[in-house]
């Protein structure tokens, strides 16, 4: 079965496009002008009776069969609360012009079948059936109304087709997000075992070798490491379903960013971390996320630049003293300003660092929600080659 054209049967204006386009068919087919007639004008009186009853009416013009024989039908289906038989007077000329007519119903759903056996002299073929099809695609309209029909269509489609994609992609995101959250979970409890027992065994370093002591260093290093990732991801899922929450309380924030930094230091003995600190001040902040978004400041600072490379904390108080502003700045790879758009953009990370740089993209994620749910903005500038610096600023309090 091959459809060459549908309509949508909804007012008088519908019906006219019925008839015309039923008699361009017969035409295109080859038909007599007398046959053509009388298809078209059955077809017109089921489809008015759609028209009378409904506007949600959809007409079928199809050609059914297989080479050489080959029928050419027209269905008319609608849904109407209405009763309708067969022997309505609705369907009594049509039936009479197109005596090969079936009517069927179930329950409110209406569908009529009327059509011709189309005479082998027409040399019929799968080929020109598909060039018939092809022709009423791209027939220009017949009338202002069918012009206008055809681009609601299109619209209807297209919206369709859109919401879709957005179903799609959210169905795609609740499991990664799922997955996220069991991933996680799952890899904590391990992680925790390996670090404590890592832990246990540095307690234990005087009963082995300096190699072996360095291989447990190792280890844990390492291990804090996964620690930190399956952290990152356990945020990332809470983010997600809205539950990430902050213990607040006043903090003294130079005294915080001082103490923050000499930890760091530690951790990152490779570079030089000066630290500039400006006006005191005090904000209701949960430390520990705050100390988060630090450690990933730094780190990101140390990760992307040269080793032995300068790294600059500052605070200082904004103009309006109304917010504190703290700044990370380093020498290392900076960004271009497509990177600059996405950095805190979930899982983003930078074309030149993904296969030199361990890292998942998560880090300046969560930073930034973190920043904003204390009521703060967090930025960046930066210039290819030259370094960044990441600025954010919390309400004081
Ligand atoms: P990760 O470092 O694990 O990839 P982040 O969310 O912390 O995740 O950072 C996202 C991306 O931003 C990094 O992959 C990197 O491309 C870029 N980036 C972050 N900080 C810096 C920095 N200080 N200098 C240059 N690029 C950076």
Redesign the pocket.
């Known amino acids: 079965m091959k459809e060459i054209l549908d309509i949508s049967l909804e007012n008088e204006m519908d019906l006219v496009l019925a008839h015309r386009r039923s008699m361009q068919v017969g035409e295109q087919l080859g038909l007599t002008v007398a046959t053509r007639t009388t298809f078209a004008t059955a077809v017109s009186e089921i489809s008015r009776t759609a028209i009378e009853y409904t506007d949600n009416g959809r007409l079928h013009i199809v050609i059914t069969g297989k080479f050489p024989r080959y029928s050419l039908f027209a269905r008319v289906v609608f849904d109407s609360d209405q009763l309708f038989r067969s022997t309505d007077e609705g369907f009594f000329y049509a039936k009479k012009l197109l005596p090969d007519f079936t009517f069927h119903a179930s329950g409110n759903a209406y569908l009529i079948e009327m059509g011709l056996g189309l005479p082998r002299s027409l040399k019929l073929d799968e080929p020109k059936l598909t060039a018939l099809k092809v022709y009423f695609e791209q027939a220009s309209p017949l009338n202002a109304y069918e012009e206008i029909k055809k681009k609601n269509s299109h619209l209807h489609r297209l919206t369709g087709e859109q919401e879709e994609e957005i179903r799609i992609q959210r169905e795609l995101d609740e499991k990664k997000t799922e997955f996220i959250s069991v991933a996680s979970h799952e890899l904590k409890t391990p992680i925790t075992v390996v670090k404590a027992y890592t832990q246990m065994l540095k307690l234990l370093k005087d009963q082995y070798s300096e190699k072996v002591a360095g291989v447990v260093d190792k280890l844990d290093m390492q291990t804090s490491k996964l620690t930190l990732l399956a952290q990152q991801l356990m945020d990332v899922s809470k983010m997600e379903n809205g539950s990430l929450q902050y213990d607040l309380v006043e903090v003294n924030l130079n005294q915080f960013v001082e103490e923050a930094v000499m930890i760091l230091s530690a951790v990152h003995e490779g570079n030089q971390i000066n630290i500039s600190l400006g006006e005191p001040c005090v904000v209701k902040a949960d430390p520990l996320r705050l100390e988060q978004v630090l450690t990933?400041l730094l780190g990101?600072?140390a990760?992307?630049s040269a080793k032995n490379s300068t790294i600059d904390v500052a605070t200082c108080l904004a103009e309006d003293r109304k917010s504190v502003v703290i700044k990370v700045n380093?020498q290392?790879?900076?960004?271009s300003a497509e990177?600059i758009a996405k950095?805190f953009d979930k899982f983003?990370?930078?074309d030149?660092?993904t296969s030199s740089?361990p890292?998942?993209?998560?880090?300046?994620?969560i930073s930034s929600k973190i920043i904003s749910d204390h009521g703060g903005k967090i930025w960046v500038e930066?210039i290819p080659n030259q370094g960044?610096t990441?600025f954010f600023s919390i309400p004081v309090a």
């Open positions: 990933n990101n600072a990760k992307y380093d290392g790879l900076g960004m990177g950095i983003y990370r930078l030149e660092v740089h890292g998942l993209g998560m880090g300046l994620y930066s960044s990441f």
